[in-house]
């Protein structure tokens, strides 16, 4: 593995005491972790239809000198009410307006599914506005922006949804068959769908120039094991830097039973003197 990535000379971190003030009224964060004096941050950013609390238990796993801050897109829980964006331009552009102010110290970003592209653009949107890029990218469950396949499921009837979900797994059958949490679900996901599926990456975007750590399940029917052996999934050739692949075992959603590994594989990543509560921490790859 290549060693930590330092910030960029030409934007450096700074200490921004008023933006951690705002951080408790910014409707897309959620903070669970209160290490009094982290040196590093976490931004996670959620699957189609998921939500920040699918980040919740990982706040358990962090030690203190991690910061975890989890985005909760508009249109569920309790955001439900807030419209939702128009589409990858103008959702990862409110992320960045969120989590922008407060990368003042090093920083990495972690995406599951739909998740993953998010971060990806928002890697480039924060380089854009000429702030300090993630120390590291960990895409998770889903093949490369320009590569992974999409669809037109979010033009489909509820039932045609319904069975998506039930293909991927990580919604419960009890949710699925009760009418009124189907719809409330449905809702979030048809319109997330919309977003990834309408999503066209440019073409001519230069590559990142951060690791980038592809996590998926060996099952998984979006970037499985053998999927994921072709160019880590197309993500190696988004990156100048190293590119590695970590197949644990199971399905689309492998990171929730699999979550102390998962976990400890980032923060390993992360910087190698991290350690978290009793999950197995990953050797460094050579």
Partial sequence: ???????????????????????????????????????????????????????????????????????????????????????????????????????????ALFGHSMGSAVAWELAHELRQRGLPGPRRLFASGRAAPGTAVTGQLHRQDDDVLSAELARLGGTSREVLDDPGLRSLVLTAVRHDYHVIETYRPPADRPPLSCPLHVLTGSTDPELGAERSRDRAGGWADLTTARTEVRVFPGDHFYLTPRRREVVATVLRRLDPSLTTGGAHVWPSTP
Avoid: K
């Avoid at 972790?33 to 980040?55: I, K, Q």
């Avoid at 009410?81 to 407060?102: F, I, S, W």
């Fill in 1 to 107: 593995m290549t060693g930590p990535v330092p910030p960029s000379a030409s934007a450096p971190y700074d200490a921004r005491p008023s933006a951690r003030a705002a951080r408790a009224d910014n409707p897309w964060i959620r903070r669970w972790s209160d290490g009094a004096s982290p040196r590093f941050t976490l931004v996670c950013l959620p699957h189609a239809g998921g939500s920040a609390g699918f980040y919740r238990p990982w706040a358990a796993l962090m030690p203190a000198e991690v910061e975890l801050l989890a985005i909760q897109y508009p249109g569920r829980e309790d955001r439900f009410e807030d419209p939702g964006a128009a589409g990858m331009e103008e959702l990862v552009e409110a992320v960045a307006d969120a989590v922008g102010p407060l990368l003042d110290r090093p920083y």
